[in-house]
């Protein structure tokens, strides 16, 4: 069982920037597999938001953050980030970090990730 927990959520004002952190309890695991970011507003379905491969090379965007979000990682430090920019009302959500165990490409479906954080909230106001 790999537990990942997530850091950096808050109160920002639209335009500002925010920085998420995400902890991985297993170093040896996780730096085999892609990780990512999901997000999910009240009433909606959970979102996907960013992947990056096992190895830090590949990236994938959701199309709503795109140019405005980077995904990094350190695999010597089990960790994941999501750096945001640009902050926008629509950007609110509990922001959700998840590994997946079956690969190592940065797959943007929920299906391929097993491990989920409990989620940060980040609320961004107008």
């Known amino acids: 069982q790999v537990r990942l927990v997530e850091s950096g959520g808050g109160l920002v004002q639209a335009g500002d920037s925010l920085r998420l952190s995400c902890a991985a309890s297993?170093?040896?695991?996780?730096?085999?597999?892609?990780m990512g970011w999901f997000r999910q507003a009240p009433g909606k379905e959970r979102e996907f938001v960013a992947a990056i491969s096992w190895d830090g090379v590949d990236t994938n965007y959701g199309d709503s953050v795109k140019g405005r979000f980077a995904i990094s990682r350190d695999n010597a430090e089990a960790t994941v980030t999501l750096q945001m920019y640009n902050l926008k009302p629509e950007d609110t959500a509990v922001y959700y970090c998840a590994s997946s165990a079956i690969t190592g490409t940065a797959t943007r479906s929920r299906a391929w990730y097993k491990y989920w954080g409990q989620g940060t909230q980040v609320s961004v106001s107008s």
């Open positions: 297993d170093r040896t695991f996780v730096d085999s597999y892609a």
